[in-house]
């Protein structure tokens, strides 16, 4: 069997980020013998329950429904099953306990989860408040928020499974008393970077807003009352923070606890908030894909809800063994995620089922679709844990927990709606629950080549109707949307809606449809227009209490626009499509004036100085030169000189930065900061930073020193509105962020 309907962009993805590479970072598997890796690592956890299951049978199952790219579990199951590392899950929360030994116990603890490729989530909300008297040396305490700027520094230090930086979740009560501090502690987008951060609310402070009246501030270390403070007022500060920069979130404490199976408090969440945790929990996620759920019947699309049963059922099997078969890093963890042995089974291309059905993201008719959907994947999911119950026993803690008076239950949870990120790009659909962000995007290939991508349903929709062409399609990519587009008939418009054609209710109300039938919590993004008002804001929040979401997270366009890495002006049409370079190809002339950067890199024979230099067609020259030491200028130079002439005969920088990257000297050495290993090398990487600040030959911020600037590459996701490795335009979706364009994204 092969695997079916990759795109050449998901391919791009795939050996980027999860095909194994051998120690010279060669690819050393295909995509069929990664999924063969996963199917048969996954599979062999029946072994455990029975000494002669049929392994083999099972992991062609599990094979199947991931090359037919039905199912696909999160990323660190498909990047690390069946490899030394091992470690498969995505989530994990760590408590911070009010004492010095018990903060840097979870720093420790949440270096080894980054580095094995997971995210964590804390509440800072047992730390007692700043100024507090510390009794055992007499001083007084620094609070919660010079904590957290802790956590974000050494998560900067610890990259993820080596190739990226962790991400956080950090939460504090309404009701401690550093809450106003925490709520503008990143008003400055440069400021605890790593982090996303969330306000737990209560109940009884949703009731004094309501009411305009004051509620208590509670001393984490005695739970005395030690202030007041206006409840509409703490409100009001949260929703002005958060549109100003979409932060902080919100999460409804009372409402995570009352639908807790565990004995225990829920204090916090994974990074993206859909995976409430009990301390030293983790959590495994994968998704069904809905647009491969889809079978035609008399010329038109419905739900082929056999399939889909049975997606659900092996999928909830698939969750529980890689439970079993998980390389926890730490043996807490894999002690208490065994004692609940929560799953996580979410959907990717809800919005790509919508178009095919030909209903509005925004109707009706759609959140009654999407409620019977996730209704009908929740009951199969329970139906199937039971039956795995019945052959494995109920998880440990059952007895202790709310079902205990009911039939067993193999998983505490089932169900969760993750943001899918990456491998809803693998799956060729739409992430999560999400609308679609944009149906066509120009996607540069070489310096003055670009070709459309463009949303595979509404191709086939168009040519259908004998309307696709390339000059709609290149108006579609400049417009971002088809509502404005009088060439495209109404009634494909009114169905083809992207995220900014829907309005922030209709996005909340999408999501409280999937939260009453998930056990765990929704993550989903609500997006708002550049010109929004803060009182809009203020009403998703107040709606999504009342509508029964367990939080809630909101993104205003525009709202990150003052940051360092801004390439490209985001308003400018996207450029039409040329046709390719045709041969011979001759360089143009060099320019008699150029502007450019020189940076100076330490390399095995001493320092390096590279310049590079553009004019109003992009970059068009590289020069080197050696320092007293040495080194092999002759070399460094020849390669200089070819670069600077396939520059200027229309080769892409990326395209170059691909061939020199990653070449070896025997000179090289170990350093901090830009880590090269050879004068080909070092070119690569100065060649691609000078060309993530030009987009078409305008330079859109000064090149700032490597120390001083913020890296979007190691920020959090909402934090990245430009992609770090190839510049285009991010899309914030599900709490988090992708570029559609090469595949980057923070959440998997």
Not at 208 to 232: F, H, M, N, S
Not at 464 to 469: A, I, K, P, Q
Not at 530 to 539: G, Q
Request: hydrophobic residues 40%; contains cysteine; proline residues 5%.
């Amino acid at each position: 069997m092969t695997v079916g309907a990759i795109s050449g962009n998901a391919m791009e993805v795939l050996r980027k980020r999860y095909l194994a590479k051998n120690e010279n970072g060669e690819i050393i598997e295909s995509v069929e013998q990664m999924f063969r890796r996963v199917a048969e690592a996954v599979a062999a956890a029946d072994r455990n329950y029975d000494a002669r299951a049929d392994v083999a049978a099972l992991a062609e199952q599990f094979y199947a429904f991931m090359t037919e790219l039905s199912f696909l579990p999160n990323s660190p199951t498909l990047m690390n099953a069946g490899r030394p590392l091992g470690q498969l899950s995505a989530c994990f929360v760590l408590p911070v306990e009010d004492s010095m030994e018990g903060i840097f116990d979870a720093l420790k603890y949440a270096a080894l989860i980054h580095k094995s490729g997971g995210g964590t989530g804390f509440s800072f909300s047992r730390l007692r408040q700043k100024g507090a008297t510390v009794r055992s040396t007499g001083g007084v305490a620094s609070g919660p928020i010079s904590f957290m700027k802790v956590f974000n520094m050494a998560t900067e230090a610890v990259k993820q499974g080596g190739t990226r930086r962790g991400a956080n979740m950090g939460i504090l009560r309404v009701d401690h008393p550093d809450i106003e501090e925490f709520i503008h502690c990143k008003n400055d987008n440069r400021d605890i970077t790593n982090f996303n951060i969330s306000v737990g609310i209560t109940d009884a402070f949703m009731q004094a807003v309501e009411q305009q009246r004051e509620y208590e501030l509670i001393d984490p270390k005695t739970g005395v009352a030690v202030g007041r403070l206006d409840a509409r007022t703490v409100f009001n500060d949260i929703v002005e923070a958060a549109w100003h920069n979409g932060e902080p979130g919100v999460i409804f404490l009372d409402r995570l606890n009352r639908d807790n199976p565990l004995p225990g408090l829920i204090e916090s969440t994974n990074p993206c908030g859909e995976q409430p945790l009990l301390p030293y929990e983790s959590c495994n996620l994968g998704s069904v894909n809905l647009l491969a759920m889809l079978k035609q019947s008399h010329g038109r699309y419905e739900v082929d809800y056999d399939k889909l049963r049975d997606t659900v059922r092996l999928a909830v099997h698939f969750l529980d063994n890689v439970i079993d078969v998980n390389n926890h890093p730490l043996p807490v963890i894999a002690e208490t995620t065994k004692a609940g042995r929560k799953i996580g089974l979410g959907v990717m291309g809800f919005a790509d089922l919508l178009l095919r059905l030909g209903l509005p993201y925004d109707s009706e008719e759609a959140r009654v679709l999407g409620e019977g959907l996730m209704a009908f994947i929740n009951e199969e999911g329970h139906a199937m844990s039971r039956e795995l119950a019945l052959a494995r026993g109920a998880f440990p803690l059952f007895q202790e927990s709310s079902y205990r008076d009911g039939a067993p239950l193999r998983n505490a949870t089932v169900t969760t709606i993750a943001p899918t990120g990456t491998i809803s790009m693998i799956a060729g659909a739409s992430s999560g629950i999400e609308p679609v962000f944009a149906y066509a995007y120009v996607r540069k290939v070489l310096d003055n080549t670009s070709l459309t991508e463009v949303n595979p349903v509404l191709v086939d929709v168009l040519q259908r109707r004998g309307l696709h062409s390339r000059e709609l399609m290149e108006k579609i990519a400049a417009a971002g949307s088809l509502s404005h587009l009088p060439d495209i008939p109404e009634e494909i418009r009114r169905v083809f809606l992207s995220a900014h054609d829907i309005s922030p209710i209709a996005h909340v109300k999408m999501q409280a449809a999937f939260q009453r039938h998930t056990d765990n919590a929704v993550s989903k993004t609500v997006n708002f227009s550049a010109s929004a008002a803060i009182e809009d804001v203020a009403e998703v929040y107040c709606l999504a209490y009342a509508e029964g979401c367990k939080g809630v997270t909101i993104y205003r366009d525009g709202s990150r626009d003052a940051q360092v890495l801004n390439i490209g002006n985001p308003d400018t049409p996207a450029p039409p499509l040329q046709p390719p370079v045709q041969q011979p190809i001759f360089p143009r002339p060099r320019p008699e004036i150029t502007q450019g950067f020189t940076e100076r890199v330490k390399i095995g024979c001493g320092n390096l100085y590279i310049t590079v230099n553009y004019d109003e067609n992009g970059i068009c020259e590289v020069f080197t030169s050696t320092g007293k030491a040495g080194g092999c200028p002759s070399q460094s130079e020849a390669t200089a000189r070819l670069v600077s002439i396939a520059l200027r005969s229309g080769i892409s920088t990326q395209e170059i930065y691909d061939q020199l990257k990653g070449i070896r000297c025997p000179s090289t050495i170990r350093q901090q900061g830009l880590h090269c290993t050879s004068c080909p090398d070092a070119i690569a990487k100065i060649l691609a930073k000078v060309s993530a600040y030009i987009s078409d030959g305008v330079v859109t911020a000064a090149l700032p020193s490597e120390k001083g600037r913020p890296d979007d590459r190691n920020a959090l996701p909402h934090l990245i509105r430009y992609c770090p490795e190839c510049g285009a335009k991010t899309e914030h979706e599900g709490g988090c962020v992708v570029c559609r364009n090469c595949g980057f994204s923070r959440c998997g």
